[in-house]
């Protein structure tokens, strides 16, 4: 048969998405295991998730730098050890901070674990912070952030978050000077309160046979949680700035960075998909209305998208660009023209057939292996919410009309109450 490259492909839409679903065990010192046995290759992905520890606004840095100095020594292994042990057997190690967790990521063959394994275990029990690594982590972070506060988008984005979440973990945007308020005792205590199992959900995923989830939970049951500290992961509330308008100048900027945004839902809300479909067209992908609008049609930026973040205690729809310093105020009013025709004007089916496509061809393409699908299960797991939520997602993309998009844009996209952040000229 001749293959006709004249005729195009043809077109099949996604019906639903499978998802792998894991297998769960309790283990005796209160650690919650989830485990995806999926895959051809003896690889495992092992993750150790642990709720950040109350935000503490005179020692704003802790669960930042705890989490960032976990691999710098333990009572048994400097840095350099726990280095050449890992790379030894072809693992890799990282750890992760995020806005309502931090995490400990192995990636290891299922025949090393039992030599990579003992590692992590010392590091979640035994970490000992030593000052002289205190100290190159102070001094490294300063100088990292010194260059950081010269970019316009970096001094714009913590603006931003500062205004919408206050003075909490989400708005934090840390000084050099915040850097000195680390002290050794007290990165210890909080490495006792928030790194045990009962504040612990560890996520294995790969191929995982019974002897590999035997030496797992074996591994990280046994004195892991046997000292009993106190832990408190709940958040102060956040409360947004009264200010909506922030500007910074740069008398020498070429460009301006601009961050506009408004405080919005997160996954948890039922409107949450619907609202993920409407800021696709406005500015989630590269053929969105911003895109088209100040890139294309007016050239004043390189790239401009919108986005919505998710998280525990709340959440935020942003637009983010940098723009000639002359063309700041223009490209201002055509992002809020592009905000009031949603409002007003119904999106064109042909359009709204494109975003559909668009997210579901995301959707499905971001299910490449198992431990992608563990990916999906963490965003519920954490948010509350079970599998259903992706039926849902799916339907509501396939099926939100114009009419409750427009009905959508005039609750969440209400222009005066954007924050809005300049950092350039304006």
């Keep these: 048969m001749t293959l006709n490259r004249k005729i195009a492909p043809e077109f099949k839409g996604i019906d639903n998405i499978s998802l792998i679903h894991p297998e769960k065990l309790q283990l005796k010192n209160g650690c919650q295991m989830f485990s995806f046995n999926s895959g051809d290759q003896d690889l495992v992905r092992i993750e150790w998730i642990f709720a950040n520890q109350r935000f503490n606004p005179e020692k704003p840095l802790l669960n930042v730098a705890v989490n960032t100095m976990l691999t710098d020594g333990t009572g048994t292994l400097s840095a350099a050890q726990i280095a050449d042990k890992i790379d030894f057997y072809g693992a890799f190690l990282q750890v992760d901070y995020g806005y309502d967790h931090s995490t400990v990521t192995l990636f290891s063959l299922t025949k090393h674990l039992k030599h990579t394994l003992p590692v992590v275990k010392d590091i979640l029990t035994n970490s000992n912070f030593p000052e002289k690594e205190i100290e190159t ?59 045990q199992p009962k504040n612990c959900v560890l996520i294995a995923a790969g191929k995982l046979g019974a002897d590999v989830t035997d030496l797992i939970s074996t591994t990280f049951e046994g004195d892991w949680g046997a000292e009993k500290v106190q832990n408190d992961t709940t958040q102060p509330a956040i409360e947004a700035a009264q200010e909506h308008f922030y500007f910074e100048e740069k008398p020498e900027a070429l460009q301006s960075a601009i961050r506009m945004g408004i405080p919005a839902i997160n996954r948890s809300h039922q409107h949450f998909p619907a609202l993920q479909v409407l800021n696709t067209v406005l500015g989630g992908y590269f053929g969105s209305r911003l895109m088209a609008n100040i890139r294309e049609d007016k050239g004043y930026t390189y790239g401009i998208g919108s986005g919505l973040s998710s998280l525990k205690n709340g959440g935020a729809l942003f637009i983010a660009t940098e723009v000639g310093a002359d063309v700041c105020k223009a490209a201002i009013t055509e992002i809020e023209k592009e905000i009031d025709i949603l409002k007003t004007t119904l999106i064109p089916i042909e359009e709204l057939a494109l975003v559909r496509n668009y997210l579901l061809g995301s959707l499905l393409g971001s299910l490449e292996n198992v431990f992608s699908h563990a990916d999906k299960f963490k965003n519920l797991y954490f948010a509350g919410l079970d599998y259903s939520y992706y039926d849902n997602y799916v339907h509501i993309v396939k099926t939100v009309s114009p009419d409750e998009l427009k009905d959508l844009a005039n609750v969440y996209l209400n222009l005066d109450g954007f924050y809005k952040v300049i950092v350039g000229k304006y």
């Design 137 to 195: 982590y102070i001094r490294n972070q300063q100088q990292k952030l010194q260059v950081s506060l010269q970019k316009n988008d970096v001094v714009a984005r913590r603006l931003f978050n500062k205004a919408l979440f206050g003075n909490t973990l989400y708005g934090l945007g840390a000084n050099p000077e915040d850097y000195r308020t680390l002290q050794r005792d007290d990165l210890l205590q909080h490495f006792r309160q928030m790194y």
